[in-house]
C-alpha cells in the first residue's frame, strides 16, 4: 500500500500531462482512517468515470448484530449509501470542472426498494464503498490540482460525515423527513441515540428491516401470499415518480380478510392478509385496481420508511406476467395452454423468434413456474384476452378442436391445487373469474372490499383441467464466450451485439438490477453453462451463488456497466430465456 505522500507526488508528475497518464495513480493509499483504492482509471474525459474504493475501518461505527443476519447487512449497507449521497451533496461544490465527466462524483443511484448493492459492503471490521470518480481535464490534459482537491479534500470530508458516528451528523442537515403513516406511532421505535446521529439512523433502518422480515416469515406460517398494512399509501405520485402520492386514500383492510401481526419492534399491526388461492381483484375503471396489483408486485422488496408501502409484502417469489409480443422462445413446453397450431409446430417444445400475444404470455407462464415462483400476478389491462379467457359464445362459434388455446382461466385453479401456485389478478371487465375464485376484492373509489359471498352467488362451475409438474424449458444452454456487457438504460442489457429487451419485466425496479442482469448473464453463460443445464437450472445455480456469496461474488470490479444491485431468480431466469442466442 502506498502513501499519501506517494499519491500527491504522483499527482504533480503528471499534472498536464495526456489523460493515460492517469493510468499509474491505480492502486491503493493509506488515509488513515480508510485505505484510498482507485480501481480503474478511465480512458479518457468522456468514458466512464473511474472506479474508486473506499475501505473504512470499522471499529466502532457498526454493532456487530447489525451485520451477522442477512436482512439486516443490507438494511445497514443501504441507510449507508442513503448518508454517503447526502454527504456527497452537502461536501461538493457543484461538480464538473473541465472536459467530459471531470470533477462529477457519484454513488450509485438509490430508489425506494431496500437492495443489497455492489456499491456499499459491509463486513465485521470493514465498510467498502465504491464511488465513480470523472478523473479531471482540460481538454486531454491532466489537471492534477482538481482531482487533488477531490481526493485530498472531497474525499476525507465525505467519509468523515458518512461514517463519522456522532461526529457525522452534520451531513443530515437539511435532511427532510417524510412522514409516513406509520411513523411515530410506537414509542419502541425511539432509537439509542439522539434524533439525526449515525447510530439512531442504523438502528432504525435494522428495526425496519426485522419488522419486514418478520412479515415475510409470517405470511408463510400463516398461509398468505401477501400483507397490506392498514394506513398503507399505495398510489404514486407520477407515472415517472416511485414517490408516494400526496392526499392518498389510506389502505384500510375489509374486516373479513383483516389480520394483526406482532411486529418484533412496532407490535401490533393490522392489515389485509391475501390468502393463497385465486384472489380476484374486481372494480370499475380508475378506482385503484392496478395500483394495488402494483403495490404488490414491488413488495417482492422492501421498502424505505416514508414510502407508503413499507408493509407492503410480497411473497418473494411472486413474479408478474403480462404479454410480450415480439420476444423470443427457446425450447419451452407451452403445451398446457397451447396445442395443435395450424402450423403443426411442436408446442411441448416451441420455439419462435417472434411470439404472439398469447404464446409470448404461455412461456412467460411457465418460466414463472420454471423458476419457482408460487405467485403469479396478472392485470387483465396488460394481457392477452385471448390467453385469459374464451367466453360461451366463441366456444360455441369455435369448437375446442379448432382453437389451440386454452384460457389461463381453465388452468388457474389446478396451477393452485396441483402445483400450489397461487394467482392475483385484476380483472375488471370479465365476469369469469369470478367463478374460480377463492376470494375477491373490490376496489371502490380506492377502498378494498371483501365481495367474496356476492361474487359465489353470482358464479357457476368451470370446466377444470390438469397442471402436471415437468420439465418446462428443454433448451440445454451452451458456453459462450461473452466479450462485452453493456446497458442501456434500464430496459436493454447488451451482450456483445446481442440486445436483451427487458422492458416488460415489471418487477426489474433499479438500473443497477439491469446492470447486474448484464454481469450474471456473463457469468452464467462462460463459467456455468455446460450443454446440458437448461435456464432455469442455471438461475437456479446463479440465485444460490448470490444468496450465498453476495452480489459482489458476480459483479467485475471495473463494474463497466455500472454499479449493480441484486435480482431474483426470476429475472434472472427470464433475462436468460430473452436473450436470442441461448
Ligand atoms: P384501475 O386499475 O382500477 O383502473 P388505477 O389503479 O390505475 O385504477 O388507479 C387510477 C388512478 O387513481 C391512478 O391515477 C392512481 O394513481 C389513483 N389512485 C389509486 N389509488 C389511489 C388512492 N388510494 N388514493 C388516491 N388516488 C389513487
Ligand atoms: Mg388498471
Redesign the pocket.
Known amino acids: 500500500m502506498r502513501t499519501q505522500q506517494e499519491l500527491r507526488d504522483q499527482l504533480r508528475k503528471i499534472d498536464r500531462k495526456g489523460y493515460k497518464a492517469y493510468k499509474v495513480l491505480e492502486g491503493e493509499y493509506d488515509f488513515g482512517t480508510y485505505r484510498l483504492c482507485i480501481d480503474h482509471v478511465q480512458g479518457d474525459p468522456f468514458a466512464t468515470p473511474s472506479r474508486v474504493r473506499i475501505v473504512y475501518f470499522n471499529r466502532t461505527t457498526i454493532p456487530e448484530e447489525y451485520i451477522n443476519v442477512r436482512h439486516r447487512r443490507i438494511a445497514v449497507e443501504d441507510a449507508l449509501l442513503r448518508r454517503l449521497h447526502r454527504s456527497l451533496r452537502a461536501c461538493s461544490d457543484g461538480g464538473r470542472k473541465g472536459s467530459g465527466k471531470s470533477g462529477l462524483v457519484t454513488a450509485c443511484r438509490t430508489g425506494q426498494e431496500i437492495l443489497e448493492r455492489t456499491a456499499m459492503h459491509v463486513e465485521k471490521d470493514l465498510i467498502e464503498a465504491r464511488i465513480e470518480v470523472g478523473f479531471p481535464a482540460f481538454g486531454r490534459t491532466i489537471a492534477a490540482d482538481a482531482l487533488a482537491d477531490i481526493l485530498f479534500g472531497l474525499l476525507p470530508e465525505t467519509v468523515r460525515r458518512t461514517f463519522g458516528g456522532q461526529r457525522g451528523r452534520e451531513a443530515l442537515s437539511g435532511d427532510t423527513e417524510r412522514k409516513s403513516a406509520h411513523d411515530a406511532k410506537s414509542g419502541k421505535m425511539a432509537g439509542p441515540a439522539k434524533k439525526g446521529t449515525l447510530e439512531e439512523e442504523l438502528y432504525r433502518a435494522v428495526c425496519l428491516a426485522d419488522d419486514q422480515k418478520y412479515i415475510r416469515d409470517e405470511l408463510k406460517r400463516c398461509g398468505l401470499i401477501a400483507f397490506v398494512a392498514d394506513g398503507s ?4 405520485e407520477s407515472g415517472v415518480s416511485q414517490r408516494p ?1 400526496e ?5 384500510e383492510s375489509p374486516g373479513r380478510l383483516a389480520v394483526t401481526m406482532q411486529l418484533p419492534h412496532r407490535g401490533a399491526m393490522r392489515g389485509m392478509g391475501i390468502r393463497q388461492g385465486i384472489t380476484v381483484i374486481a ?12 403495490a404488490l408486485e414491488r413488495g417482492v422488496y422492501n421498502h424505505i420508511a416514508g414510502d407508503g408501502r413499507e408493509f407492503v409484502i410480497t411473497d418473494e417469489s411472486a413474479f408478474k406476467l403480462r404479454a410480450e409480443e415480439g420476444r423470443c422462445i427457446h425450447e419451452t413446453d407451452i403445451s398446457m395452454f397451447i396445442r395443435n397450431l395450424p402450423t403443426r409446430a411442436d408446442t411441448e417444445r416451441f420455439s419462435t423468434e417472434n411470439a404472439s400475444g398469447s404464446t409470448s404470455q404461455s412461456a412467460n407462464t411457465v418460466e414463472a413456474l420454471a423458476a419457482g415462483s408460487s405467485v403469479l400476478l396478472i ?1 387483465e ?1 396488460t394481457s392477452a384476452t385471448n390467453f385469459m379467457i374464451r367466453d360461451e359464445r366463441m366456444a360455441q362459434l369455435v369448437s375446442d378442436e379448432k382453437e389451440p388455446i386454452t384460457p389461463f382461466i381453465r388452468k388457474v385453479r389446478s396451477l393452485y391445487e396441483k402445483l400450489g401456485v397461487s394467482t392475483v389478478l ?1 380483472a ?1 371487465s370479465s365476469g369469469d373469474f369470478l367463478t374460480v375464485a377463492d376470494t375477491v376484492l373490490q ?1 371502490d373509489c ?2 378494498a372490499r371483501d365481495v367474496t359471498e356476492r361474487a359465489k352467488e353470482l358464479a357457476a362451475d368451470l370446466i377444470q383441467e390438469k397442471a402436471e409438474k415437468k420439465e418446462w424449458l428443454k433448451k440445454p444452454v451452451a458456453k459462450r464466450r461473452i466479450e462485452k456487457v453493456r446497458v442501456h438504460g434500464w430496459d436493454t442489457v447488451s451482450l456483445d451485439r446481442t440486445e436483451i429487451d427487458l422492458r416488460y419485466l415489471e418487477q426489474i425496479v433499479d438500473e443497477s438490477q439491469t446492470a447486474a442482469l448484464a454481469y450474471i448473464m456473463q457469468y452464467v453463460l462462460e463459467r456455468m453453462a455446460d450443454g446440458r443445464k437448461n435456464a432455469s437450472e442455471l438461475a437456479g445455480e446463479a440465485a444460490r451463488k448470490l444468496e450465498k456469496e453476495g452480489i459482489l461474488s458476480m459483479t467485475p470490479k471495473n463494474y463497466g456497466a455500472g454499479p449493480a444491485a441484486m435480482v431474483r431468480k426470476q429475472e434472472i431466469l427470464a433475462c436468460l430465456c430473452r436473450y436470442r442466442l441461448l
Open positions: 399509501v399505495l398510489p404514486r402520492l392526499n392518498a386514500v389510506v389502505f372494480g370499475g375503471g380508475f378506482h385503484g385496481k392496478s395500483t394495488l396489483l402494483k392485470d389491462d385484476v375488471g376496489m380506492y377502498t
